[in-house]
């Protein structure tokens, strides 16, 4: 869907409401970087305990407690505040972190919780802020950002002028379909790669998100309320008339 990948140094941001699964995939891709391509991570939260956060990695299989025992991982608990603030010598609270772990990846969940003490300009500019620290760190941040909307939308990111601090955006959102909630992921925006621009559902399993196939057979799924295309609409209706018995 990303058309590759995501580019070392590249910033992402994953956008979606509650329950949506930007942790789980943020998570995801930080633990994938460290068993799959040697790339250590580091997680901040500033929702959860370091001990929710192992729970409920280690349900879906990633014992991230062994991975801080080898030094590949770090979760960090703290607050937006004390993460901005900057010691007497110029320093930041997750310089010690990086310098132990030396990571490649890093999430940040939830950059929407910096509007809490910066409102406007002031969050524009200390978002723009974080984000430059982390590259000067030749890190590839993950942003999660929380949605307000119950299906989800991406209007929270132009409305406070964060959008433009990512190079990749990922949409999460529920959908009802038939009767029935079910999960659409849509990548919005991939600097220089020609990405997927359909939406496909995805599902969180025992082992983290499963991506499908596009959806094919419907319309209007940014809206929430999708409804079955035109032709499909057709196919039912003449094969309903052919069914009936004369």
């Known amino acids: 869907m990303l058309g590759g990948g995501i580019l070392l ?4 941001m994953v956008v979606g409401g509650t329950g949506t699964g930007k942790t789980i995939l943020v998570l995801q891709s ?16 500033f929702e959860q305990l370091p001990t929710q956060v192992y729970r409920d990695a280690k349900n879906l299989g990633w014992n991230l407690r062994q991975l801080e025992a080898e030094n590949k991982f770090r979760v960090v608990c703290t607050s937006p505040d004390l993460l901005l603030k900057q010691s007497s010598d110029g320093g930041y609270i997750l310089d010690e972190v990086i310098r132990q772990v030396r990571p490649k990846r890093i999430a940040i969940d939830s950059l ?19 984000t430059k620290y982390l590259a000067s760190k030749d890190l590839s941040p993950m942003f ?52 997927d621009k ?7 399993t025992s082992k983290g998100v499963t991506i499908g196939a596009p959806f094919s057979r419907y319309e209007a799924i940014m809206s929430g309320t ?15 008339a052919f069914a009936r018995k004369p």
Not at 9 to 12: C, M
Not at 34 to 44: D, L, S
Not at 112 to 130: F, Q, W
Not at 198 to 204: A, N, Q, V
């Open 226 to 240: 999708p409804r079955k295309s035109w032709a499909d609409e057709t196919i039912d209706g003449w094969t309903k």
């Open 112 to 130: 929407s919780h910096l509007e809490m003490y910066a409102k406007g300009n002031e969050l524009r500019r200390e978002a723009y802020r974080l």
């Open 198 to 204: 359909r939406l496909r559902e995805f599902e969180i």
């Open 30 to 45: 930080l633990v994938n970087g460290v068993t799959q391509f040697n790339e250590n991570g580091i997680y901040v939260t």
């Open 144 to 195: 999660t950002w929380e949605s307000h909307e119950l299906t989800g939308t991406t209007a929270t990111l132009t409305k406070v002028g964060v959008s433009f601090l990512a190079d990749c955006i990922i949409s999460l959102r529920f959908v009802e379909i038939e009767s029935s909630m079910r999960k659409a992921m849509l990548v919005l925006k991939v600097r220089g790669s020609d990405h």
């Open 9 to 12: 140094g590249d910033s992402t």
